[in-house]
């Protein structure tokens, strides 16, 4: 079966009632447009993407997204992760000391492994 081995939930939307729900459907083509939400624990949308038909997403970003996102939820937000941030990657614990001073305890090639 294809897709088995994919570690989230993925779901078609043949009728469009959950493209109108997120306002990706598009009655006049009666399709849903390329649309990606990020969806934590408690139902909260933290993250959307939604690209015209001719355009292909990103599954490398997504899951990139995905990862920095349970990161940050499992240390309940002591943990932060920058532009680029990239699994196994610094992390930035927010404070009011940060604001303003990223620069100073951050550099790209700090995200990269």
């Given at each position: 079966?294809?897709?088995?081995?994919?570690?989230?939930?993925?779901?078609?939307?043949?009728?469009?009632?959950?493209?109108?729900?997120?306002?990706?459907?598009?009655?006049?083509?009666?399709?849903?447009?390329?649309?990606?939400?990020?969806?934590?624990?408690?139902?909260?949308?933290?993250?959307?993407?939604?690209?015209?038909?001719?355009?292909?997403?990103?599954?490398?970003?997504?899951?990139?997204?995905?990862?920095?996102?349970?990161?940050?939820?499992?240390?309940?937000?002591k943990e932060v992760t920058p532009s680029g941030w990239e699994e196994?990657?610094?992390?930035?614990?927010?404070?009011?000391?940060?604001?303003?001073?990223?620069?100073?305890?951050?550099?790209?090639?700090?995200?990269?492994?």
């Amino acid at each position: 079966m294809a897709g088995k081995n994919v570690p989230f939930p993925m779901l078609s939307d043949s009728s469009g009632a959950i493209g109108e729900l997120y306002g990706v459907y598009d009655r006049e083509e009666g399709v849903d447009v390329r649309g990606r939400f990020i969806i934590d624990p408690n139902g909260n949308i933290q993250a959307m993407e939604v690209l015209t038909p001719p355009v292909g997403r990103n599954v490398s970003e997504a899951l990139r997204q995905i990862k920095a996102y349970q990161l940050v939820h499992r240390t309940g937000g002591k943990e932060v992760t920058p532009s680029g941030w990239e699994e196994g990657g610094k992390t930035l614990k927010p404070s009011i000391d940060l604001v303003g001073k990223i620069y100073e305890q951050w550099k790209v090639s700090d995200s990269y492994k």
